[in-house]
């Protein structure tokens, strides 16, 4: 199996900054795209920001030019630098990986999420 966990979300107050890390552990063959995304009160999940294994990065436009997402294949983690934060970023921000895995008959592509993290901005 796979495990996505996630650490460093928070409470900041506007302007400040946070940094969330996504580690990936398991019977792991690769991780294809990684991603955060994330979930507030009364609304669906949406994408804040997505790299491929080759380091291609999209992002949402509402945290363009202040939040960056980058990634550490060898450690098969992912982080997510987010500065500039507004009160409307508060959420909770969840880790997703595509993972190519290996199991005794072969290998499987699965999407996995993390836990979530709370990120808490204050105005």
């Known amino acids: 199996q796979v495990q996505l966990v996630e650490s460093g979300g928070g409470l900041v107050q506007a302007g400040g900054s946070l940094r969330l890390s996504c580690a990936a552990s398991g019977s792991i063959f690769n991780i294809n795209a990684m991603g955060w995304y994330r979930q507030a009160p009364g609304k669906q999940r949406e994408l804040v920001a997505a790299?491929?294994?080759?380091?291609?990065?999209n992002y949402a436009d509402s945290v363009k030019g202040r939040f960056t997402i980058s990634r550490d294949n060898a450690k098969n983690t992912v982080y997510l630098q987010m500065n500039s934060l507004k009160p409307e970023d508060t959420a909770v921000y969840y880790c997703?990986?595509?993972?190519?895995?290996?199991?005794?008959?072969?290998?499987?592509?699965?999407?996995?999420w993390g836990q979530g993290t709370q990120v808490t901005v204050s105005s």
């Open positions: 790299i491929t294994s080759g380091g291609s990065t």
């Open positions: 997703n990986a595509s993972v190519v895995r290996v199991a005794p008959e072969g290998l499987y592509d699965d999407d996995y």
